[in-house]
């Protein structure tokens, strides 16, 4: 090894550094998985009937399904009786000022750098907390109700806008869409849930942190977001979770919803526990996002930054319904170590006129595999549609994998679809050439890492850019041999 | 400054510099040209630190140091700059990001506080005019895009951003049309105060009418077989290397 693949190797080694846990007092229900778990979970959020009822049937769609198999990823065994599928901090999740959080809970997001005042203070993000199962603290909200909107922990979305919530709940991705939507749509405890009203433009960031914490949980959280006619907002979830040898399962279904003129914009900084260099422990993260622009002009636009989780089965994916409709989709997905991502979108063109973007950076480092996985399925309707797809993967020593999978489907001769594909590696002409100036190996990686991902970084809010900007640099360390 | 000792290396097994010796004080300006393979990129590059090259024997020292002794960066961060013949391009990093980084490692190696933003804008400003350079160039990404011309002025712009005690510089005036050599050569010239000093690697004399060199050393299968002056260059152009190299052999 030289001493630049020495460099390189440890700087891909380093630790999560997220992996604390809280000594919290926490609220578990036993283990497993039946009909009484679930009605359970439902009386414990005391829940109406209906709510309890859709649990209940997704429930039984889920015992007729199976564990879907064609992601390039190899999945170990996952016991779904030995898993716990609700825990919530003992301590009331209601706060109506700062003082009366338990001070742990506080400190917990001050260690993950979301200090819940000076975000209200100072950057003005609205940030919506779920740690394990529930919604510990929504900032804003008051702000927020003078324009209208709506920004809540699922829970309360049930208890106060059921009328809300039954029309668009299940409506972009019913509980028969895949195994763990239907396992989320029975077990799901809670999430955030956002409404923007007509014509409104929401002033602010909104951000939900998801936090694993209790051993031997799934976390299987729902966000429903709706845009009403001409509203606009964007959106913002990061996710962490301790450093345990077990592996968790993290199920969470995204549905949102872009009526006619308006425009939602969903960032991920996706960091679960990936798991040590040996691959041991780690998040499974099986998650189903789907929007759907259902009227004209609409757009909706996912950008995601995921470097943690031992395994990540994700599909951000846009149903283009409405004429001139506008769907993207960006993507950093950086596996290291043993890690493993199956990760993609998919662009459905229904309506005249409807664009999509996808741009997919994937890099790999270490023993792990990545794979770009995209579907672009152009109806007969969907006259004068246009895709262009650009999937660029660069590879960090050569004992990892990278993979793409792209599928076109057209059933409109006036489609326009383009793909562009390339493959890079970091060269030692590249690192001789920062070392010359003075810059590290170490940092040289992280520079050309984040110079590759740069269009996709571009597209995060700007404190958030630089968040993940670090995270890349910082999930690299010890990664080539 | 610089004192090469009885150099040797390899590459692959195949020996390229056999026995260099060289010495290179503050305030003088070097050239090293000679026929193609004869190892002077190879030079340029050990003493950067490549390390596609083996040092078998012999000693470096720089400004009192042991250069050999030491990394890639740290040898940058005292002062060791390169030029290359052949800059790379690193898509998506602005060379305003990628010179803020090299200039604050080196301030931090010396010691100092990383420069504020408003200073290393200044300074970028100030330094980017010396090669002419246009302004928009520095917030585009490393060398992407950039014309041969526009490289070359970039290595220049790099060498005056880190302000080095001893730049070499490997070919610098190789693709350039006459209005850049003119550019990228004063610029060098601009550059040169008596507390530094300069190797350049050509095969021009053209390049010397800019840059006038105390010395010019003519180096031929791995080693420098003769030293004169500025009119050695001159002599070169006109009648070829034949004659030294029969006189060597």
């Given at each position: ?109 001050d260690k993950l750098g979301i200090p819940l005042e000076e975000q209200m203070a100072l950057s003005g993000v609205a940030v919506d907390a779920v740690m394990d199962s529930v919604s510990v603290k929504t900032t804003f909200k008051e702000t927020l109700a003078e324009m209208g909107i709506i920004f809540c922990s699922m829970s309360e979305a049930i208890r106060d806008y059921p009328d809300l919530v039954r029309k668009y709940l299940g409506s972009v991705v019913p509980y028969t869409d895949n195994f763990f939507a239907a396992l989320n749509a029975a077990v799901f405890s809670d999430g955030s849930f956002c409404y923007v009203p ?284 | ?20 010796n060289l010495s290179v004080r503050t305030g003088e300006v070097h050239a090293i040209m000679g026929p193609n393979g004869s190892g002077k990129s190879t030079f340029a590059s050990v003493l950067a630190g490549n390390q596609k090259y083996e040092v078998t024997e012999g000693e470096v020292s720089f400004d009192g140091m042991d250069l050999l002794g030491m990394s890639i960066e740290d040898r940058a961060r005292a002062g060791l700059f390169l030029g290359f013949q052949y800059p790379v391009e690193i898509p998506g990093v602005s060379m305003a990001n990628f010179m803020k980084l090299a200039v604050n490692e080196q301030r931090k ?141």
């Amino acid at each position: 090894m030289d001493e630049n693949e020495k460099i390189l190797d440890d700087i891909t080694r380093q630790e999560y550094k997220y992996g604390f846990v809280t000594d919290i007092e926490t609220d578990t229900i036993p283990k497993g998985l039946n009909e009484e778990i679930i009605r359970m979970i439902s009386a414990k959020k005391g829940e109406p009937a209906w709510m309890t009822e859709n649990r209940v049937k997704a429930y039984r769609q889920w015992l007729t399904m199976s564990m879907p198999h064609w992601a390039h990823l190899d999945i170990p065994e996952i016991d779904y009786q030995d898993i716990i599928y609700y825990a919530a901090p003992r301590t009331t999740p209601k706060y109506n000022s700062m003082d009366e959080v338990d001070p742990e809970l506080k400190a917990t997001f001050d260690k993950l750098g979301i200090p819940l005042e000076e975000q209200m203070a100072l950057s003005g993000v609205a940030v919506d907390a779920v740690m394990d199962s529930v919604s510990v603290k929504t900032t804003f909200k008051e702000t927020l109700a003078e324009m209208g909107i709506i920004f809540c922990s699922m829970s309360e979305a049930i208890r106060d806008y059921p009328d809300l919530v039954r029309k668009y709940l299940g409506s972009v991705v019913p509980y028969t869409d895949n195994f763990f939507a239907a396992l989320n749509a029975a077990v799901f405890s809670d999430g955030s849930f956002c409404y923007v009203p007509k014509g409104v433009r929401c002033p602010m960031e909104l951000s939900t942190y998801f936090r694993i914490n209790a051993a031997g949980t799934g976390q299987f959280e729902r966000t429903l977001i709706v845009a009403d006619e001409g509203a606009y907002v964007s959106y913002l979830e990061g996710c962490t979770a301790p450093r345990r040898d077990e592996n968790q399962l993290h199920a969470a279904v995204v549905e949102i919803v872009v009526m006619k003129d308006a425009e939602v914009k969903y960032s991920t900084v996706q960091n679960w526990y990936p798991g040590d260099k040996e691959g041991k422990g780690g998040i499974y993260n099986f998650v189903t996002k789907r929007g759907i622009c259902r009227g004209e002009n609409a757009r909706l636009s996912w950008t995601q930054v995921e470097t943690g989780s031992a395994i990540t089965w994700k599909y951000p994916s846009c149903i283009l319904a409405g004429d001139n409709s506008v769907g993207e989709f960006y993507s950093v997905a950086l596996t290291n170590n043993f890690q493993q991502a199956d990760t993609g979108t998919k662009m459905i063109h229904l309506g005249r006129n409807t664009r999509s973007r996808i741009v997919s950076k994937g890099i790999s480092a270490g023993q792990s595999q990545n794979s770009y996985r995209g579907l672009v399925k152009v109806s007969k309707k969907a006259v004068g549609a246009r895709n262009y797809s650009q999937c660029d993967s660069l590879l960090i020593g050569d004992k990892c994998g990278a993979h793409t999978f792209p599928y076109v489907e057209s059933d409109n001769r006036s489609a326009v679809i383009e793909h562009e594909a390339t493959t890079s590696k970091i060269s030692d002409d590249q690192l001789m050439y920062c070392n010359q100036r003075g810059i590290a190996t170490e940092e040289a990686v992280g520079l050309i890492v984040n110079g590759y991902a740069r269009e996709v970084l571009n597209k995060l809010p700007m404190e958030f850019a630089i968040e993940a900007q670090k995270l890349l640099a910082i999930s690299l360390e010890g990664s080539v041999g | 400054m610089l004192e090469v000792k009885n150099l040797h290396c390899t590459v692959e097994g195949k020996e390229i510099l056999r026995g260099i010796n060289l010495s290179v004080r503050t305030g003088e300006v070097h050239a090293i040209m000679g026929p193609n393979g004869s190892g002077k990129s190879t030079f340029a590059s050990v003493l950067a630190g490549n390390q596609k090259y083996e040092v078998t024997e012999g000693e470096v020292s720089f400004d009192g140091m042991d250069l050999l002794g030491m990394s890639i960066e740290d040898r940058a961060r005292a002062g060791l700059f390169l030029g290359f013949q052949y800059p790379v391009e690193i898509p998506g990093v602005s060379m305003a990001n990628f010179m803020k980084l090299a200039v604050n490692e080196q301030r931090k190696y010396r010691g100092l506080e990383p420069l504020s933003a408003g200073d290393f804008l200044r300074l970028m400003r100030e330094k980017s005019a010396i090669v002419e350079l246009d302004s928009k160039l520095t917030s585009r990404a490393v060398n992407e895009g950039f014309s041969g011309g526009e490289k070359k002025k970039n290595e220049i712009f790099q060498m005056a951003m880190l302000d080095p005690k001893l730049a070499i510089l490997d070919e610098t005036d190789s693709g350039l049309d006459i209005d850049a050599l003119r550019i990228v050569a004063t610029g060098v010239t601009k550059l040169h105060r008596p507390d530094n000093a300069t190797v350049v690697i050509t095969h021009y004399q053209r390049l010397l009418d800019y840059i006038v060199p105390d010395y010019v050393h003519v180096l031929y299968k791995g080693r420098i077989i003769y030293t004169g002056d500025k009119s050695l260059a001159l002599k070169l152009e006109e009648q070829g290397y034949d004659w030294l190299i029969n006189q060597y052999q």
